[in-house]
């Protein structure tokens, strides 16, 4: 199947996230350990999903020896990536309404039915704004899930939208996963 | 249980109180006098580190290993009397 938006996007915003990922990690690795302070050391346990107990003296070293091989085993939290993932996922259901303006209920139930976490994207309010902005946007935040939609045929993705319209599929023009 | 030594079937029967680190099951002469001079004099004091790990058992058996150098099966002991003993107290 042919995607019709240009690679270009995907790639470009694609290395945009992991940029920010390894930015991301690089912050916290940027220090040893022992120099960061006990609440700095807490957080990053909680950031590994590590449970614990107080950073006090004689606790200390051994989360960090702790915090040392999580890092080893995962350099970027990869679990609030894949979150951050999935949330857009339901995202780009809503891309492919937004065509019209008879489209904009639709795209709003979509959002709500998708987003119900993601407040971070509340600025996608404008129904009417053109395909290419909000394409864009979303592409931005993951652009490998929407190559994961293409690779696997837009099955998964297919399955969401016909349950929801199958006519508004046929007539929306924007679709161009179905190539 | 069946495992379980006479020294700690001892130390779970009854609060600690005052009792000595080398009271504690798995912990002997050797690993006694080393937690001493790491400021571990009483049974007690290992008990609040045990606690303020949470109780965590592969935290408190990396630190016994790295506070006296205990091995497996020393940890091991340490950890379960310290367990029990919470269970029937704390």
């Known amino acids: 199947m042919n995607l019709k938006f240009p690679a270009g996007i995907f790639s470009s915003c694609f290395s945009h996230t992991l940029k920010f990922s390894t930015a991301f990690s690089s912050f916290f690795t940027e220090m040893s350990l022992s120099e960061k302070s006990d609440e700095e050391i807490s957080t990053l346990l909680t950031a590994y999903d590590i449970k614990h107990g107080p950073i006090v003296d004689s606790t200390r070293k051994l989360y960090e020896k702790k915090l040392e091989k999580a890092m080893e085993n995962a350099p970027v939290k990869a679990s609030s990536d894949k979150t951050y993932y999935r949330e857009e996922e339901e995202e780009i259901t809503y891309i492919t309404y937004h065509s019209a303006d008879r489209h904009e209920g639709y795209a709003d139930m979509l959002k709500r039915r998708g987003n119900a976490e993601t407040d971070e994207d509340e600025e996608s309010d404008q129904d009417t704004e053109p395909a290419i902005k909000m394409t864009n946007r979303a592409a931005n935040h993951s652009a490998v899930r929407s190559k994961e939609a293409v690779r696997k045929s837009g099955g998964s993705m297919w399955k969401r939208l016909t349950t929801v319209e199958p006519k508004m599929i046929k007539t929306c023009g924007l679709i161009h996963f179905r190539k | ?90």
């Open chain 2, 1 to 90: 249980m069946s495992s379980t030594s006479q020294k700690h079937k001892d130390f779970v029967a009854e609060p600690m109180g005052e009792k000595t680190v080398m009271a504690l099951a798995g912990i002997g002469q050797v690993l006694g006098t080393r937690l001493e001079e790491k400021g571990f004099d009483k049974a007690y004091v290992v008990l609040g580190q045990f606690l303020v790990l949470k109780k965590d058992e592969e935290l408190f058996r990396d630190w016994l290993k790295d506070t006296c150098m205990a091995n497996s099966k020393q940890q091991n002991d340490c950890f379960s009397c310290l367990k029990e003993w919470c269970d029937a107290f704390l």
